[in-house]
């Protein structure tokens, strides 16, 4: 990456204003601009994405994109306004991840670290989402946080630092990739030979806003993970009864306060 402008989705209206240059939607979490909003020329979307006024980037019959507009604009806009500094290591794929395999695992044998923790999911507004920074925060010492999606953003310019060389925050990018983290959740079963995937020394604390969020519940269910904690509410959609077999078949629970909630997920 060049670099990293801004936070979570819903910063949006302020930080597509000062950012000056183009922007492309590739997924949802689309913010309606006011009526003033000074970015609404140079906003594009794609794929499944789209609002009304905006252009829209089809693909052509062999499935390329055109992005010759936007890169026109790019080179006439101001450069961005400044809004912080600093460095964030980022790009943990399960790829990068598994090149450290070895010092992964050295770590979790010799004690280094005492177990993972996915903070994958979303972020929003609601003041209630500081439960996620104050987890993080209290987070022992010996716990790796493994995250995607904009949840991130309540923890990873934190200085949580490193286990021999291992970030503490292990980020494989938007709420997309969490599909990396089921890779990985496979990898380390094969690696330490364990019969079932709950048995790794892996807690989950999902924060949820909308409907990938969900999906990506729906799939680690699906590869048996159990005790999954998601917050900081349930779901509204979901019924009695769906929640009845969620917690009685899969151990489901919501979040309680951080000091309870490290005890129950990292003991």
């Known amino acids: 990456l060049v670099g990293n402008y801004g936070n979570a989705w819903w910063k949006q209206k302020e930080e597509f204003s000062t950012f000056n240059g183009p922007i492309v939607f590739t997924t949802n979490c689309i913010v309606p601009p006011s009526p003033k909003a000074n970015y609404k020329d140079r906003v594009f979307t794609m794929n499944s994405t789209g609002f009304p006024g905006w252009k829209h980037i089809e693909a052509d019959a062999n499935g390329h994109k055109d992005f010759s507009e936007v890169i026109a604009i790019a080179k006439t806009c101001e450069a961005p306004t400044e809004i912080e500094t600093g460095e964030i290591v980022g790009g943990f794929a399960h790829n990068q991840v598994f090149a450290l395999a070895d010092k992964v695992v ?15 999911g979303c972020d929003g507004r609601m003041r209630s989402r500081d439960y ?53 959740a496979l990898k380390l079963k ?32 699906s590869l048996g993970v159990k005790n999954i904690h998601i917050g900081p509410t349930l779901p509204a959609f979901v019924s009695p009864g769906v929640l009845k077999v969620l917690v009685e078949q899969f151990g489901l629970g919501g979040i309680t306060t951080v000091e309870e909630d490290l005890k129950r997920m990292i003991g």
């Open 190 to 221: 094969e690696i330490f030979g364990a019969a079932d995937i709950n048995d790794l020394p892996l807690a989950f604390n999902i924060a949820w806003y909308e409907q990938k969020a969900v999906i990506v519940l729906l799939a680690l269910l």
């Open 132 to 184: 996620y920074t104050e987890f993080a925060q209290q987070l022992p010492h010996d716990v790796v946080i493994l995250t995607s999606g904009c949840a991130k953003f309540k923890y990873n310019k934190l200085n949580l630092g490193d286990i021999n060389g291992i970030p503490r925050v292990l980020d494989a990018g938007q709420c997309n990739d969490s599909y990396t983290w089921a890779v990985v």
């Open 106 to 120: 050295e770590a979790v044998k010799s004690g280094a670290i005492r177990k993972f923790v996915v903070m994958g």
